[in-house]
């Protein structure tokens, strides 16, 4: 009994000199997962997705990868047909001046489809007459004649005017897809950060001292 009484008396005679004096810490240490607030983690998606999983890091990296991926070919896949239609395009134009004799680039796309579907202007005017459409007669002017060396020619001009349409048709759905791949992965980011800060719990370690730094008090914290 004696001994433990000594220990007492020690400990209360450590602790009276820094009675009533100003606490400062000493140190402090935090312990934590790498946490993202859900906003943050959707507004990463938004702007690149995956990027909100990919923040989150461990069982979230797989799914950020393959959103990244996603967009990677989406993108790609745009590039190439905006690139593969505006070179169809040019080509069409100069399939058109070489077999047709006209120069169809500034032209609007009746005009065009007219040039696609008849021989001539001569044959353009006179199907409009047959059909007593009056208001698409063209006028008899240098810069509206135009002539296919042949059939085979306005066939081919045909031809790579659809290629041209259908390339530049999936180009909106494309654009769709990529909203839709951010919109998803930023909803998946935005829950699965939610369900993360609410089932981690945080850890602080707080070390102050007293004065002239006799007594230290050791405080944990938890947070859940």
Do not use: C
Not at 113 to 130: G, I, K, P, T, W
Not at 191 to 210: C, F, G, H
């Amino acid at each position: 009994m004696a001994r433990y009484a000594l220990i007492f008396l020690a400990v209360i005679m450590l602790a009276v000199p820094a009675m009533g004096q100003q606490a400062e810490p000493l140190a402090e240490l935090r312990l934590d997962r790498r946490t993202v607030s859900p906003a943050g983690a959707m507004i990463r998606s938004f702007v690149l997705p995956g990027w909100g999983q990919l923040s989150l890091g461990g069982e979230f990296n797989r799914r950020g990868a393959m959103h990244l991926g996603v967009e990677a070919t989406l993108i790609t896949s745009y590039l190439w047909l905006h690139y593969n239609a505006g070179s169809l395009e040019n080509n069409m134009y100069a399939h058109v001046k070489r077999y047709a004799g006209i120069d169809i680039s500034s032209r609007s796309r009746s005009f065009q489809l007219a040039v696609a579907a008849h021989n001539s202007l001569a044959a353009y005017n006179d199907f409009q007459e047959r059909s007593r459409q009056w208001n698409e007669i063209l006028e008899n002017v240098p810069q509206n004649q135009w002539m296919w060396q042949s059939e085979q020619n306005r066939f081919d001009y045909q031809d790579i005017r659809n290629r041209v349409d259908r390339s530049r048709q999936q180009l909106p759905a494309i654009a769709t897809l990529m909203v839709a791949n951010r919109i998803i992965s930023g909803v998946h980011a935005f829950m699965s950060a939610r369900r993360m800060s609410a089932s981690i719990p945080e850890v602080s370690l707080s070390l102050p001292y007293y004065g002239d730094a006799k007594s230290v008090l050791a405080t944990v914290s938890f947070r859940f």
